[in-house]
């Protein structure tokens, strides 16, 4: 299996403009995990899904941001509009059932002017 | 809440043993630990849950004490490679997976 895949692996926006992070998670898994990583904050849980419903979205900062699962092969990450403090690398994570390791994808790093 | 970890860095030299500890102020179901090396993703090392089970790599030891909410993980005879920024990822619901609540990480550089 190819892990969890992201993209794309960098993102330059201008503050302002629309943000769209793609996942694909680990074929079979159930569940699906956004965080965002900055050194100020460190590792931060943003959203959840299991079998493609969203479990748990209060780590999410505001309503710029949203999260959607079509499927269970796919997953987006939206901020909408991005600001410079949105700036921070964001990991997918995905795992089949309950006390598992989470596998996390290679992440987007995104940097907003 | 965020579990708290120490010490926040450690410089070893080859050879030498480790301990990273991480608490939380919540009652906790399980504690995972991952390695995350500069500009990776992080990698998982450990699960260990209430109860006494554990799932991860066989040269990892660590530690969970339930009563304290307090993990311990044990590196030793430290190599190069074990080089990186340890996680601690706790979990206070039970049975389904959660969302995992990250520690600020312990920064473990190895010097020849």
């Known amino acids: 299996d190819a892990g969890v895949i992201q993209s794309p692996r960098h993102e330059v926006t201008e503050m302002g403009q629309e943000v769209t992070l793609r996942c694909k998670p680990i074929?079979?898994?159930?569940?699906l995990f956004w965080y965002r990583q900055t050194m100020m904050r460190g590792l931060e849980l943003l959203i959840y899904f299991n079998n493609n419903v969203p479990i748990d979205d209060s780590g999410m900062p505001e309503d710029r941001f949203s999260a959607k699962m079509p499927n269970a092969s796919f997953s987006t990450l939206k901020i909408q509009p991005s600001e410079p403090r949105d700036s921070a690398v964001y990991f997918c994570a995905s795992t089949a059932g309950g006390n598992n390791e989470q596998f996390f994808g290679p992440g987007t790093r995104l940097t907003v002017l | 809440q965020q579990p708290v970890q120490s010490p926040q860095a450690v410089i070893l030299r080859e050879g030498e043993d480790a301990v990273i500890n991480c608490s939380s102020s919540?009652?906790?179901?399980?504690v995972h630990w991952y390695r995350q090396k500069h500009g990776e993703a992080p990698v998982f090392l450990m699960i260990?849950?209430?109860?006494?089970e554990q799932k991860g790599h066989e040269k990892i030891s660590a530690s969970f004490n339930e009563k304290k909410q307090q993990s311990s993980l044990y590196l030793t005879a430290s190599q190069l490679s074990y080089s990186g920024t340890y996680f601690c990822?706790?979990?206070?619901?039970?049975?389904?997976?959660?969302?995992?609540?990250f520690g600020k990480g312990t920064h473990l550089i190895i010097q020849p």
């Open positions: 074929s079979g898994h159930d569940y």
């Open positions: 990822g706790t979990e206070s619901g039970g049975g389904g997976a959660d969302g995992l609540t």
């Open positions: 919540k009652a906790l179901y399980s």
């Open positions: 260990l849950l209430k109860g006494g």
